[in-house]
């Protein structure tokens, strides 16, 4: 997780808050539903593992993997009913986490195609 959040930054616009040295950046989180997004999420900011329940359109946490980073974090639903709902979601953004699950080889053409 630390390399993936340390180039994302690397590469990122900063935009620093004008009243503190806190730098945020707008990320999204996609992939086709059930790869593990929310799951993603909830490791690296509660350091647990819960089972989530399916996402319904979008939910929005902020991360903080290093001293004076913020990552707002967009995770986007995967059902396929939703998928070209994404592109709305591509402007003004700082980065992207595109979600496999390499285990599921029924599925890898489809997170491939999306």
């Not at 900063?14 to 009243?19: R, S």
Request: proline fraction near 4%.
């Amino acid at each position: 997780m630390g390399s993936i959040t340390s180039t994302s930054h690397q590469y990122s616009k900063n935009k620093t808050d004008e009243n503190s040295t806190l730098s945020t950046y707008r990320v999204l989180i996609a992939g086709i539903e059930k790869t593990g997004k929310t799951s993603f999420i909830y490791k690296y900011k509660l350091n647990e593992i819960r089972v989530p329940i399916p996402s319904i359109g979008f939910h929005v946490e902020t991360l903080h993997p290093v001293k004076g980073v913020a990552l707002c974090v967009c995770d986007l639903n995967g059902d396929k009913t939703v998928r070209p709902l994404w592109k709305d979601y591509f402007n003004d953004i700082d980065g992207i986490f595109y979600v496999v699950d390499s285990s599921d080889n029924e599925r890898l053409n489809e997170a491939v195609e999306c």
